[in-house]
């Protein structure tokens, strides 16, 4: 069953946004992906192979996991989807694992990715590796320095860093780069896109790979409680994979309240903020049109989140028309709310999350639940990378 949540129109549209609006030198590499993904990622041999990186390489199934502790303290039942527990640490490589075996039956023999924070260049440097297929990461000369950590992974695992040396040599500059060597090259290479972003199709392409998340979900719950449905799905957004993920297949089931969880920055109207369902405005970013944070006369702002992987100034169009038709709750917690949570519940369940997911937890104090509700939390990803963050909180 899909609706018009789930499922794009033919030309990418969820209600009014998305599409692909892209240079006349990329519309070859673009139709060639939008006229064959559908049937690459239904054929049963794609499928198989999926599957079986998915649970033999990544370690799908991820637990769906009762936090005791967690639920008392807010007098509901709270659940855990464990993506902390994926390979790389996080739910990114779901998409990279499916993009790769796709670029594979395109034929395509060079990887090219951007990334700001260095989570998607890893998790596209991990699968190039594991297919012995050539990656160039492009990637903001700024955040190659905030970054060196990821940066050391990747080169380790064999990928190219390219530094992207202009404007504010962060995360858009680094996608404008990818997307001229994707021009240059359009014969041999695939651009894989870390989120539900871009032209179509790379927002429902993403979305289906992700999907898996709730596909567990769902009968894992059923599995733990003998309940078809949870009553509320929460995850963090920033260009919105994890979330899509999430929500995916219960985007159609409507007692099912999805709350997504936007970063806020120093406070929404603070002008440090990344909350663009609250800031922003309809503009075409990034290959798509959607909802995104731009000035009077259409210049983008410069977002800020504290998580590198929420600090976007866009969103996707699957999430902009989930805000658009009130089929999804958008929420926000600030830095300081996001710092406070993600001590909260490493203290209460043992585990330290990601700066990013903690923004989902963050929530929990703001949005009331009933004591029976069935509330599955995305744990998108796991706290390490972040503990410079975490440190410096600790000291002061
Ligand atoms: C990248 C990242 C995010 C944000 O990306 P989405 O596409 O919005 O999911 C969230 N959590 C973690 C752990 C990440 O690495």
Request: aromatic residues 8%.
């Amino acid at each position: 069953m899909e609706t018009t949540y789930q499922k794009p129109s033919l030309q990418g549209y969820y209600g009014k946004f998305g599409g692909a609006y892209i240079p006349e030198m990329l519309h070859r590499n673009v139709e060639e992906l939008q006229s064959r993904y559908l049937d690459i990622m239904s054929d049963a041999a794609f499928q198989k192979e999926f599957r079986s990186l998915l649970k033999d390489y990544v370690g799908r199934p991820t637990p769906l996991f009762y936090a005791k502790r967690l639920s008392k303290q807010f007098n509901t039942n709270i659940w855990l989807k464990r993506e902390d527990l994926c390979h790389t640490g996080a739910h990114k490589i779901n998409n990279t694992v499916g993009q790769i075996l796709l670029a594979e039956r395109l034929g395509k023999k060079r990887i090219i990715a951007e990334t700001g924070a260095g989570q998607h260049g890893v998790a596209t440097a991990t699968v190039c590796a594991l297919k012995g297929v050539e990656c160039i990461v492009y990637m903001g000369e700024k955040d190659i320095e905030r970054q060196a950590p990821n940066v050391a992974r990747m080169k380790m695992l064999g990928a190219k860093v390219v530094p992207a040396t202009s404007g504010s040599k962060t995360l858009k500059d680094a996608t404008n780069e990818a997307i001229r060597d994707w021009i240059n090259n359009p014969n041999d290479t695939h651009y894989i896109i870390g989120s539900v972003v871009g032209p179509h199709p790379y927002p429902d392409m993403v979305a289906k790979f992700q999907s898996v998340i709730s596909e567990e979900m769902r009968w894992q719950l059923k599995e733990h409680t003998g309940k078809d449905l949870p009553t509320h799905v929460m995850a963090c957004v920033g260009g919105g994979s994890n979330a899509a993920g999430a929500f995916y297949h219960f985007l159609d089931e409507l007692s099912v309240q999805l709350i997504a969880v936007e970063a806020a920055g120093h406070g929404v109207n603070s002008g440090l903020s990344a909350a663009t369902t609250q800031l922003g405005k309809p503009g075409i970013l990034h290959g798509s049109k959607s909802l995104l944070m731009q000035t009077a006369d259409g210049q983008v702002v410069e977002p800020h989140s504290i998580s590198a992987g929420l600090d976007y100034p866009g969103i996707g169009p699957m999430h902009a028309n989930l805000f658009e038709s009130g089929r999804g709750v958008f929420l926000s917690a600030t830095d300081e709310e996001a710092l406070d949570a993600a001590f909260e519940v490493s203290k209460l369940e043992g585990i330290i999350p990601a700066l990013e997911t903690a923004h989902a937890f963050a929530v929990l104090h703001n949005y009331k639940f009933k004591e029976d509700d069935q509330v599955i939390i995305c744990l998108s990803g796991r706290g390490d990378k972040d503990l410079a963050t975490y440190m410096k909180v600790m000291e002061s």
